[in-house]
């Protein structure tokens, strides 16, 4: 008998609000779903674990735990949340590497933790196109260039104009060296001439912290943790890296859009290790993808500000790696960006 498409549906716990914290997404499964139909006879055996490379609370974090729940309903077996931050999620992906590469054992990561480590300084510990397996890319989405209320620059034109008429006034903030914003702002600053000092941060919040605070102007900012401060007013976002406009904030054009192109996005996505069998990332891949396209994770997404990026083949997100290191590469090598 076909199961009633309300019981086919996720249910959602919602946020108290868009800038609250994000809570673990309880979904309930159909048990006919394609990948549950075309899952290999000999996998999984025992739980999987799904090493992450960000800390608990964070948002990759909550994507990995809405995956690892509906993974678990479909192939029958525990999928275990393992968060695995530091070293620029190098602890997590080491952890990977060196487990059997039989899909117990899978890593949830980020482009920073990835491409963008990749151009940077690549880990001498393993090596991430030879000893990773891309499985599925989930969510894209850039950074806000956000300013202050009171500050005179409405979109990305004026604010290269107020720079360029007074050089070396001005600093931005960042995520922390080599994050996206911090490479973003490197392009703007080559194409452009720019000359504006950049200041560091350990963690998002603490940009937004000192851009409400008074002691900062300009500052890149994640596009979830900072909607509670655009919503109140604190701060004022006047572009977004990437090819996808935030969900919440349709409003806010991308660089490209504003004329000055960038095409690089931040992106979630699974691994597996090297040599990992296909016929398990095939259904992987498949459950994932379908994932995604259901209204209960669309919704949560829209609440992450997270884009929505289209299904896509391990095959496909293994191009999407090499396009996005050698284009991160091409930034680093023309700005001199050094590993801190």
Known sequence: MKLDSSRRRFILASCASAGSALLPLALALPLDSAAQAARPSDWPTRPVRIVVASSAGSMSDTFARIIADHLTRTFGQPFIVDNKPGGSGAIASLAVVKAPNDGHTLLFTNASFTAVLQAISPPKS????RDLTPVVQIGASGQFLAVVPAFPAHNLKELIALVRAHPDKHTFGTLGNGSVGHLAMAALQNQEG???GHVPYKAGNE??????GGVLQIGWVDVSSSVGAIQAGQIRPIAISGTFRAPANPEVLTMTEQGYPFKLNGWTGLFAAAGTPPAVIRAINSEVNALLQT????QRMFQMNVGLVPAN??????????????GWTRIVVANGIKPE
């Open 126 to 129: 393993y090596d991430l196109m």
């Open 194 to 196: 720019l000359k504006i």
């Open 207 to 212: 940009v937004v912290r000192d851009m409400v």
């Open 295 to 298: 209204e209960a994770v669309k």
């Open 313 to 326: 083949t391990p095959e496909q997100f293994q191009q999407t790696l090499r396009d996005d290191i050698q």
